[in-house]
């Protein structure tokens, strides 16, 4: 029987100064304080036996994971899979304005919050996210995949592995930047899910322009 890990981690800090959701939109690096958080994130992987990096095709997901593949020497897949949710408020400075979401302009996409009714369908979200997990455990047999994503798939993977519901309080979401879900697996069966925050001492560090820090992932 081989164990896998497959460790879900969710990209640093962006720098966002229009504080915007900013979803797949194209052009968000990393800030400062997110370089740092990526540089650190892969030293934390050092003593791993990381077989596997992947990332989502989005800037701030490719280099998150880039420190850590460099590190292993490994090459960086980017999978459209581990993307961002889609989201019909991508480009709304909600941060700057959280009332800006009661405007009459928007209340026909608040129709079905359990689907989500404003962006991509949780079922879809879990479909694509377990195809790539399952192909990581395929590639990282007896050893460590890491995948790098984006908060609102790692948080809707975990709900459904935990047989929680998956829609829930993006306030109450534990997935801090840089965070990493472990999912471990004996052969293909799923033992173990773990959470840590490799960077958490640099989470205060981190500000309000940036989506999942405030408000503007509640919508995500």
Not at 76 to 104: M, T
Not at 202 to 220: C, W, Y
């Amino acid at each position: 029987m081989e164990m896998t890990t497959v460790h879900l981690v969710r990209h640093g800090e962006v720098f966002n100064p229009e504080a915007v959701l900013y979803g797949r939109r194209p052009g968000y690096h990393l800030s400062e304080l997110g370089n740092q958080m990526a540089q650190e994130l892969g030293l934390a992987f050092a003593d791993h036996d990381v077989r596997l990096v992947m990332a989502s095709p989005l800037e701030r997901a490719i280099e998150t994971a880039t420190p850590t593949a460099e590190l292993f020497d490994l090459p960086l897949h980017r999978d459209p899979r581990l993307i961002e949710a889609d989201n019909k408020f991508e480009g709304v400075p909600v941060n700057k304005n959280r009332w800006i979401l009661a405007h009459p302009r928007y209340w026909a996409w608040y129709v079905n919050p359990l689907r989500p009714s404003w962006g991509e369908p949780y079922t879809e979200v879990i479909n694509r996210m377990s195809k790539a997990i399952a192909d990581a455990v395929d590639e990282a047999r007896g050893g460590e995949a890491v995948l790098v994503s984006h908060q609102l798939p790692i948080w809707t993977m975990r709900r459904f592995v935990e047989r929680k519901p998956i829609a829930s309080d993006p306030r109450k979401r534990e997935c801090s930047l840089a965070s990493v879900t472990s999912l471990t697996f004996a052969d293909k069966q799923l033992l173990a899910l773990d959470y840590w925050e490799p960077v958490g001492h640099l989470l205060p560090k981190a500000t309000d322009m940036v989506p999942g820090t405030s408000q503007a992932e509640e919508l995500a």
